[in-house]
């Protein structure tokens, strides 16, 4: 049974992965990826890297390099990143100061080595969360977990991956725990499925109206299934 069950989300994710290609690596440092989700809010991801370049080109991404650059100035180079660049840029110099305290060599030997201890600090910074966490863990080679974002979480819970609550960290854990059994422990399939994941939710399975008539996961798919069954008439038979 446990074979099954794996098999069905590889299977799913070679689908999504014949559908968009196999996705770039993403970078894989830990203070860098904190950096890359505080330099910008609410942006897509093209934005947001060119963003980061940017930062990382004009003052870097050492935490004494950003911490010596007054914030007007930080606000300045990061300011395509979407709103509020002041309040950004507060941020970067929060990030900046817990690295210089942590030590960047030391959260990057911890992310390997001790991913739960690695865990409980990058929750110290702004703007991750557990799933921020979990990501930035897996990017890094140090997690074995999907670590999905929101849009990653949404394909989960409507394959049939967990529930959806009013609870966002409720309705993660829940996607966490019912993938968790058929989660294989290779690190770059685990990167890809979050990646295509990720993906798929931003074009394809959209939060308000999914596009099923285009997806390639419709079979199996609970929530698919579901409205197919509301909308059969009463007393037919699926498929007829
Ligand atoms: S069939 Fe629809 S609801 Fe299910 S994963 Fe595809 S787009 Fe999302």
Same mark, same amino acid.
């Given at each position: 049974m446990a074979t099954?069950?794996?098999?069905? /989300? &590889? @299977?799913?994710?070679?689908?999504? @992965?014949q559908r968009y290609g196999r996705p770039v690596p993403p970078p894989a440092d830990p203070f860098e990826l904190v950096l890359l989700e505080n330099c910008a809010y609410l942006v897509d991801d093209k934005r947001r890297a060119t963003v980061f370049r940017r930062l990382k080109r004009t003052v870097g991404t050492r935490p004494d390099a950003i911490l010596r650059t007054p914030l007007p100035l930080l606000a300045d180079v990061i300011r395509d990143g979407g709103m509020l660049p002041q309040r950004r840029a507060e941020k970067l110099h929060t990030a900046a100061d817990l690295a210089l305290e942590v030590g960047v060599a030391t959260l990057r030997r911890l992310v390997k080595q001790?991913?739960? @201890?690695?865990? %409980?600090?990058?929750?110290?910074?702004?703007?991750?969360?557990?799933?921020?966490? =979990? &990501?930035?863990?897996?990017?890094c080679r140090g997690g074995l977990g999907l670590g999905p974002d929101s849009n990653a979480l949404?394909? /989960?819970?409507?394959?049939?991956?967990?529930? @959806?609550?009013? =609870?966002?960290p409720a309705t993660y854990r829940s996607a966490v725990e019912a993938s968790a059994p058929e989660l294989p422990t290779d690190v770059s399939w685990l990167i890809?499925?979050? +990646?295509? /994941?990720?993906?798929?939710? +931003?074009?394809?399975? %959209?939060?308000?109206?999914? /596009?099923?008539?285009? #997806?390639?996961?419709?079979?199996? #798919?609970?929530?698919?299934?579901?409205?197919?069954? +509301?909308?059969?008439?009463?007393?037919?038979?699926?498929?007829?």
């Open positions: 099954r069950t794996r098999h069905h /989300l &590889k @299977e799913r994710i070679a689908r999504l @992965e001790s991913p739960a @201890e690695a865990r %409980k600090i990058l929750k110290r910074f702004p703007g991750i969360g557990d799933p921020g966490a =979990d &990501k930035i863990l897996l990017f949404r394909v /989960l819970v409507r394959l049939g991956y967990g529930r @959806e609550s009013s =609870d966002y890809r499925a979050h +990646q295509l /994941l990720r993906r798929h939710g +931003q074009e394809v399975c %959209k939060r308000a109206r999914p /596009l099923c008539d285009r #997806c390639p996961l419709t079979s199996g #798919c609970r929530w698919y299934l579901a409205r197919a069954a +509301q909308s059969r008439p009463a007393g037919s038979l699926p498929g007829a």
